[in-house]
């Protein structure tokens, strides 16, 4: 019976050993839009760190952010917002040698940071905030080395 326990014991810690050995792995790679998307829903409102493979597909402006999209319409359910700080654009549009809204459309990135879960309220025409919301999916750039170009 001991020997029993013990075979046991050895092959949870091994499976156990094995998955933290893959979850490491999956890491470093680089995960889709839609990866990062389920892992953000599931560790929100925390954000998780992670490698992102997106191709742009929407650009936009807002409050001074810059956004790259992973979708044409930034409201899609699938879709990762590259939310680029104002003092990380001009570093950004250096980088890469020119207005980022021109240059990045079409393009595959490969983007490093943490990528979270973000609650878009509705308000009304009065500008009080609605019952109403739904969610987006981000990630924030801070430095242009976080960006790479594929």
């Known amino acids: 019976m001991l020997k029993i326990k013990a075979l046991f ?25 839609q990866q990062a998307i389920m892992m953000a829903a599931d560790v929100a409102p ?8 997106l191709q742009v597909r929407g650009i936009g402006a807002q409050n001074g ?3 790259l999209n992973s ?7 699938r ?10 654009l001009a570093q950004v549009e250096a980088k890469f040698g020119g ?9 595959h990135i490969l ?6 879960r973000v609650t878009i309220w509705f308000f ?10 739904y969610y987006q999916t981000h990630l924030r750039v801070s430095d242009p080395a976080q960006i790479q170009l594929l």
């Open 46 to 53: 925390q954000p998780v760190y992670i490698t992102l493979d």
């Open 65 to 67: 952010f810059t956004y």
């Open 99 to 107: 207005q980022l809204a021109a240059y990045a459309r079409g393009k």
């Open 9 to 33: 014991l050895s092959l949870f810690l091994s499976s156990l050993l094995a998955g933290c050995a893959t979850q490491a792995l999956v890491q470093k790679d680089a995960l889709s839009p």
């Open 124 to 133: 009304d025409d009065a500008g009080r905030r609605s019952d109403k919301f």
């Open 79 to 88: 879709n990762v917002s590259l939310e680029i700080t104002p003092e990380a």
């Open 111 to 116: 983007v490093k940071g943490p990528v979270r």
């Open 71 to 77: 979708e044409k319409d930034y409201r899609d359910q």
